[in-house]
């Protein structure tokens, strides 16, 4: 080996070391590992924004995530949503890593342009950006921190809570949408859980419905898991279920084929009388609303073999009848 190509080889090994130091140092665990961003935009009352982060430190390790280190939080807040991000990032034992952060969640009276908003700020930074979880918290700025401040494993039960209701929440990619259907989390006695109620949000506003139409929509939209309604006459349960909607004459015909759950009675006639009646008014409710839930112009357009009819939530709600039936298994 000549003595130039024994250089290079050394000029070679030191630029190795010396990147794998720069890894090292980049890509070490030792971070704030952001699990979740909360915020609250401005109100009458309190004109600034405020961001939660909750995190983790130091035993996160950026790659797992079943990251076991107590969960923390901390707060900012500023006039704008960058400052208080910003602010917020300040509490951190260390640097922050969003590469865990699957959670983005609001107050409960936030609407579509609130997140459209929130989204143009999180493009700068590394979240798991589109995918995010989108929830809603009844908590403003200043519950959120008096929680936290008499409750040391608040931030732990929200987390928690966070990932129970998730399945159910929407993806901030969906927000492109006209509107999303979210779930929302409460602070009763002191301890953070899932709502029965969920929120529609739209453009410029947010409708609360009631569990039963909570349930009926996420069945309608083909969400997973049981769905359980509690009739007068008692619990009927959706194992399964399939939804098809067809365009008939100046209306729409909704059948929803059902698998209850097993060891349960097959629902009576009166029963799937009464989901009919709560599918009927769902529909009608979410369109009310602003939310085309059954996407019903690209229905009719399926079936006439036409451009998507102009269908418009301005308008009344087109005729809606459903039909209700189970399997015998």
């Not at 009844?138 to 809570?161: H, I, K, R, T, V």
């Not at 009926?216 to 969400?223: H, S, V």
């Not at 098809?244 to 929803?256: P, Y």
Request: aromatic residues 6%; hydrophobic residues 45%.
């Amino acid at each position: 080996m000549t003595g130039r190509q024994r250089a290079l080889r050394w000029l070679a090994a030191g630029v190795l070391v010396l990147w794998c130091g720069v890894f090292l140092r980049a890509e070490n665990t030792e971070k704030s590992m952001v699990r979740a961003l909360l915020l609250t935009p401005p109100t009458v009352v309190a004109q600034s924004w405020t961001v939660g982060l909750l995190y983790q430190f130091p035993e996160a390790a950026a790659d797992a995530s079943d990251a076991a280190a107590k969960v923390q939080l901390c707060t900012g807040r500023g006039n704008t949503l960058q400052t208080a991000l910003t602010e917020a990032e300040r509490g951190l034992p260390r640097k922050a890593s969003y590469r865990l952060c699957e959670y983005l969640l609001l107050n409960a009276e936030t609407t579509l342009k609130t997140i459209r908003q929130a989204e143009t700020v999180l493009k700068e930074e590394p979240v798991q950006g589109l995918s995010a979880r989108v929830l809603c918290m009844d908590l403003s700025g200043e519950e959120l921190a008096a929680a936290d401040g008499e409750n040391e494993l608040f931030p732990e039960q929200l987390l928690q809570a966070v990932k129970e209701a998730a399945p159910q929440a929407p993806h901030l990619y969906e927000s492109r949408r006209n509107a999303l259907l979210a779930p929302v989390l409460i602070l009763t006695d002191g301890a953070i859980e899932n709502a029965e109620e969920m929120l529609l949000l739209t453009e410029t506003e947010n409708t609360r419905l009631t569990p039963a139409e909570s349930q009926m929509a996420q069945l309608l939209l083909g969400q997973s898991g049981e769905h359980i309604f509690s009739l007068g006459s008692g619990q009927v349960t959706f194992r399964r279920c399939v939804v098809s909607v067809e365009a008939v004459e100046d209306g729409f015909a909704v059948t929803l084929t059902g698998q209850r759950r097993a060891g349960t009675a097959l629902p009576t006639a009166a029963q799937c009388a009464a989901l009919e009646q709560l599918c009927v008014q769902t529909v009608q409710r979410c369109w009310e609303n602003g939310y085309d839930l059954l996407s019903l112009g690209a229905v009719r357009a399926l079936k006439q073999g036409t451009e998507r009819e102009m269908l418009t939530t301005k308008n009344a709600c087109p005729q809606v009848q459903a039909d209700v039936s189970f399997l015998q298994f």
